[in-house]
């Protein structure tokens, strides 16, 4: 069989997904040793929907994401160190240590956030598309968001906003299939989340999200009709987070099976299986990959540890801009 | 120097800031073709076309957050909530958002956000439209409040918010949009975080801001006529809060009544009055008074609104009782 893609941008996309995997399994560990603390929300399981999707965006697009965001940031460029020291409550994190897990930040990256209020995100994505074309840029406004947000208002609101004013954002609901540990056919009379575009007369799609090409391939066209002008798109992207929601999570909500189902269709050994059959990769290929992003993982670690923490009486600095006197 | 209304100002700040910054626009609920709930963006729509002066859906929350959005992208957003009651659905975006995104990105974001609503009682709307909520808002870190109380305020504050490079929320007392003053149209941005001390006396410090001023002034004319002379403290902003002003005030009357059209329990009367007791409690000569809005939702019949309401009569009564009590 032809590989649709070339081998570079393939083990481009693998070693992604790969590094956010390696990056979570780390984080987790780190929270059982008391480094990390606070809520946090793993992505594993997901991964091909942030590293898919964040081919398709400009450096100059910008991203808002939810408090699981860690996919998003890495695929986003965001040096895992940031990331790792920022989980750590780092001065040396991409927030200083004042967000944490939930809270990634990056402006030179134009990643904003990192929201932790279901649903917060959409209205200030929509507000970001408008300053782009108030201002004239043919940027995307990439809107990450759960399935649990679309049971919230700010969800209904943004698509009507941004279908009325014709605003280049990027809705892209990561349907997980569960809000918290309620399942969407227990919060949603109709669980099909793309039908709710129709009511904002807005265009939208569905994507396999364990599939990365076909995330990457759903991305690409979604953002280029919403670059061109065409006003915004919903994406629906379907996956499944293998872990619980958050480390207060006792899972009694699914059963070991559903997680296991899911498993069999894991991004990572899908797309691993499909680029040794294009004969991408052979395992010392894999090997070396494993052993570079764990240097990577290692490597994040450190810059965290080695992190200064901020010091105290900088408490109520950048509550306020800080103005020359 | 011209005299004008309360919302002449306002509307010739927002005309003044649309045409010397390219980044300004206004949006809300009716700001365009309906000319603003309250008559106040009248003719800005025909003047700066409908992408600078864009009417909303009746969305509070989205079309807040999309003032923030809009602000981290570079522009100037003047957003107007018909009032302060429908603003608390705008509550997860202004307190989650506006006023974290700075501090929680380690000083990364900026909001320069403007976003002005109508506030307060006295025109018997009842309990969905008239409340005083500018005290809840000044309780949250990371934005700010002002509360002008003249026509020259109205112009200031606003011109003053724009300026500012944090979300800055401007409470417009309602029954203040008809009221007159004098304004310099030339003038630029007032100082946000400074009272103004709008009446000399010796007597008694009251303690205001916004929609109450006028009956503080009622009340400072009637208790001149007893020869007791009243300071009366315009506080304009309720965060940041000009304590000195307020101390100083006191250190020289020695005595404080604070009016505030909020409720009294929780209030930002009953911040002052903390304020005082910190920073002035060896100046007073008696406990400080507080004359707030009675403890129910505003009440529709005029009676009973006017009842309801801080009033002239009731300063001056608080005034006596504690001259009285003087010995």
């Known amino acids: 069989m032809t590989a649709p893609i070339d081998r570079d941008h393939a083990l481009a996309l693998l070693r992604q997904m790969v590094l956010i995997r390696r990056f979570e399994e780390k984080a987790g560990e780190l929270y059982t040793r008391g480094k990390i603390r606070g809520f946090l929300h793993l992505y594993i399981g997901e991964e091909a929907v942030a590293v898919g999707a964040m081919q398709a965006f400009t450096a100059d697009d910008a991203i808002v994401a939810t408090y699981r965001e860690h996919g998003q940031a890495l695929a986003r460029g965001i040096p895992a160190g940031a990331l790792m020291a920022e989980m750590y409550g780092k001065a040396n994190g991409c927030s200083r240590g004042r967000g944490g897990s939930m809270h990634f930040f990056d402006v030179s990256r134009r990643f904003y956030g990192g929201h932790a209020i279901v649903g917060g995100g959409l209205p200030v994505a929509v507000g970001l598309a408008l300053a782009d074309t108030l201002q004239a840029r043919r940027r995307v406004t990439a809107c990450f968001f759960g399935d649990g947000a679309v049971a919230e208002g700010e969800f209904h609101e943004s698509l009507n906003l941004a279908a009325l004013w014709?605003?280049?954002?990027?809705?892209?609901?990561?349907?997980?299939?569960?809000?918290?540990?309620?399942?969407?056919?227990?919060?949603?009379?109709?669980?099909?989340?793309?039908?709710?575009?129709?009511?904002?007369?807005?265009?939208?799609?569905?994507?396999?999200?364990?599939?990365?090409?076909?995330?990457?391939?759903?991305?690409?066209?979604?953002?280029?009709?919403?670059?061109?002008?065409?006003?915004?798109?919903?994406?629906?992207?379907?996956?499944?987070?293998?872990?619980?929601?958050?480390?207060?999570?006792?899972?009694?909500?699914?059963?070991?099976d559903e997680v296991e189902q899911w498993k069999a269709r894991d991004p990572i050994a899908l797309f691993t299986a499909r680029l040794r059959e294009w004969g991408f990769v052979a395992d010392p290929d894999l090997a070396a990959l494993e052993t570079s992003v764990a240097a990577d993982v290692d490597a994040a670690v450190a810059v965290a540890e080695a992190g200064p923490w901020e010091p105290v009486e900088d408490l109520t600095k950048d509550v306020y801009t800080q103005v020359a006197s | 120097m011209k005299k004008m209304t309360y919302r002449e100002a306002v509307r010739g700040a927002l005309r003044d800031a649309l045409r010397g910054d390219p980044r300004v626009f206004l949006m809300g609920e009716d700001v365009g073709r309906y000319g603003g709930a309250f008559a106040v963006s009248h003719?800005?729509?025909?003047?700066?076309?409908?992408?600078?002066?864009?009417?909303?859906?009746?969305?509070?929350?989205?079309?807040?957050?999309?003032?923030?959005?809009?602000?981290?992208?570079?522009?100037?957003?003047?957003?107007?909530?018909?009032?302060?009651?429908?603003?608390?659905?705008?509550?997860?975006?202004?307190?989650?958002?506006?006023?974290?995104?700075?501090?929680?990105?380690?000083?990364?974001?900026?909001?320069?956000?403007?976003?002005?609503?109508?506030?307060?009682?006295?025109?018997?709307?009842?309990?969905?439209?008239?409340?005083?909520?500018?005290?809840?808002?000044?309780?949250?870190?990371g934005i700010k409040v002002v509360t002008p109380a003249t026509p020259a305020d109205a112009r200031g504050l606003l011109l003053a918010a724009l300026a500012d490079p944090d979300p800055v929320f401007v409470f417009e007392h309602a029954t203040l949009y008809p009221s007159e003053g004098e304004v310099d149209e030339s003038a630029g941005p007032a100082a946000i975080g400074r009272a103004a001390v709008r009446r000399v006396g010796d007597a008694v410090t009251l303690v205001t801001y916004g929609g109450s001023l006028p009956k503080v002034f009622q009340a400072a004319d009637r208790l001149a006529v007893d020869g007791i002379e009243a300071e009366v403290v315009d506080l304009r902003s309720l965060r940041p809060l000009d304590t000195p002003t307020i101390l100083a005030s006191v250190a020289k009357t020695h005595r404080a009544v604070i009016v505030d059209e909020g409720w009294r329990t929780g209030s930002f009367a009953a911040e002052v009055s903390a304020r005082i007791m910190e920073g002035g409690f060896y100046d007073l000569d008696g406990p400080v008074a507080r004359v707030c809005s009675a403890e129910v939702p505003m009440p529709y019949a005029k009676h009973m609104e006017d009842a309801a309401l801080p009033q002239a009569a009731a300063i001056v009564a608080t005034v006596q009782e504690m001259l009285r009590r003087r010995g």
């Open chain 1, 166 to 256: 014709r605003l280049p954002v990027l809705f892209l609901c990561e349907n997980n299939l569960y809000a918290m540990g309620t399942a969407l056919a227990r919060h949603q009379s109709q669980t099909d989340v793309r039908l709710k575009a129709q009511a904002y007369a807005m265009p939208a799609d569905v994507a396999d999200g364990m599939d990365v090409l076909a995330v990457e391939a759903a991305v690409r066209g979604a953002a280029e009709q919403v670059r061109g002008g065409a006003g915004p798109f919903l994406l629906e992207l379907r996956t499944y987070r293998y872990r619980a929601h958050s480390t207060a999570d006792p899972e009694l909500y699914r059963g070991k």
């Open chain 2, 43 to 141: 003719g800005l729509l025909g003047e700066f076309g409908p992408e600078r002066v864009r009417d909303t859906p009746l969305s509070e929350n989205t079309f807040v957050g999309a003032g923030i959005g809009a602000a981290l992208g570079g522009m100037r957003p003047i957003v107007e909530v018909m009032t302060v009651n429908f603003s608390l659905l705008a509550l997860d975006q202004i307190v989650n958002n506006a006023a974290t995104l700075r501090h929680m990105s380690g000083g990364q974001l900026s909001v320069p956000l403007v976003v002005r609503m109508a506030t307060g009682g006295g025109r018997q709307l009842a309990a969905q439209h008239s409340h005083s909520l500018e005290g809840w808002y000044a309780h949250i870190p």
